[in-house]
């Protein structure tokens, strides 16, 4: 049960602290300076206001496509939910590049688990060289995608990520 947000005068069981419903500041800091250059310095304030709009907005969308999968009588939100919720919600310039990105995402995962089903087969036959302790098939994971600069209609660049 949520009461008392932002309070620290409880420290009851029952009670959520503020920051355990946002996102970790560390992580929030680190995503904003990946688009800024190297030298640039980000003041504790800035990131504080963009921790509470960053969880504020994956709220919202999330609270949608939940809202969703509640009215077909789901349980789980997958991927294709919050996409619908992107659009629905008056997000479409974002709702596509989200689609292109979770079909690439499958694919790539669809071929992972084909090399691991392979790679399983293949141990089965083959004893390995360190053991029974080691892992014998260690796969190299790939960046997933990458994002490159575009030029906009409107003069602007966007940067990579």
């Not at 929030?28 to 688009?35: F, H, N, T, W, Y």
């Not at 310039?93 to 292109?100: H, I, Q, S, T």
């Not at 992972?112 to 004893?127: H, I, L, S, V």
């Not at 892992?135 to 409107?154: G, M």
Request: hydrophobic residues 30%.
């Amino acid at each position: 049960m949520v009461q008392n947000i932002g309070s620290s005068a409880s420290n009851n069981e029952d009670c959520i602290k503020e920051q355990d419903l946002l996102l970790p500041i560390a992580n929030v800091g680190r995503i904003m300076k990946q688009i800024l250059p190297s030298n640039a310095k980000i003041s504790k304030e800035a990131k504080e206001t963009m921790q509470e709009c960053v969880s504020e907005f994956i709220s919202f969308v999330t609270s949608e496509a939940s809202e969703k999968c509640r009215k077909e009588r789901r349980k789980t939100v997958n991927g294709d939910d919050v996409c619908w919720a992107m659009g629905t919600l008056g997000f479409d310039d974002y709702a596509g590049p989200l689609k292109r990105y979770l079909q690439r995402y499958r694919e790539l995962e669809g071929d992972r688990t084909n090399q691991d089903k392979a790679g399983n087969n293949e141990e089965k036959d083959e004893p390995s060289p360190y053991g029974d302790n080691q892992p014998r098939n260690q796969a190299v994971s790939a960046p997933l995608l990458k994002f490159n600069a575009i030029e906009r209609n409107d003069g602007s660049t966007s940067r990579p990520f």
